[in-house]
């Protein structure tokens, strides 16, 4: 479904694969911090690459480069250059790159996480440890992430959430984060996939619960990334009725720091 991105561009190859005519007008080189994580292409392009962009701050420059240590990855570093060439009107962002391409699966699973809700929030009321199951749902939660697969089965879905009690959750940690929000004044919560966000919204819920004046401010990703939560995906769920709810500030799949206002 995402083949359109190729629209005008040229699969990519193996070096041994490439024309012995070809003959590249730019060549930019990316997260390869010295010429040895290049192989076979740097004998190719040895003298002739124009640019290295990467975010390791140790490495072997082998041409002109941009390197920001700061940065998480060196993704991050591309989605600031392009916003930034594009705010400046030197390059043109395709209307197929500004779509959020996973939108339809976001919805669909933030509904499909919201029909369990109330059932699960009922089974939080009747259990012995309210806290603890709502994390373990939640683990259930991160399932649904299809940067690391290619389809979430929905009937899986919910024999996970039929056995979301035998989760295993480590006791030592579980005893320290208990005894944390006791004390908590400011808590941070990091989200990450849609649908998950229903969960992590019983589980702010149970902490508030602990600890009414705690101030909790979730954290979503600052613009869309496979199907990463957004503030969208959080006002669709109500996140924002039990938290304050800002974005990561970057569209990295993660969140770095630097971004974060």
Known sequence: RLNFLNLGIQDSTLPEAIPANFEAERILTVDTA??????????????????????????????????????????????????????????????????DLYADIKQHFNEVMRSYEEPVRQKLLAAEDPLKLAIQYAM?????????MKDVDETYLTELFDSAASREVNEERYRDLKRDLDQARKLVYLTDNCGEIVLDKLVIAEILRINPDARITAIVRGADTSNDATLDDAHQVGLDTVARVIHNGSGIAGTSLTHVN
């Open 34 to 99: 010295s010429p040895s994580q290049l192989g076979a292409l740097y004998e190719v392009y040895e003298g002739k690459i124009d640019m290295m962009i990467d975010h390791h701050g140790k490495g072997e420059p082998y041409a002109h480069h941009y390197i920001r240590p700061d940065a998480a990855a060196t993704g991050e570093i591309m989605f600031d250059l392009v916003k930034q060439l594009a705010t400046d009107g030197r390059v043109k962002i395709t209307d197929a790159l500004c779509t």
């Open 140 to 148: 259930v939660g991160n399932y649904i992430d299809f940067g690391a």
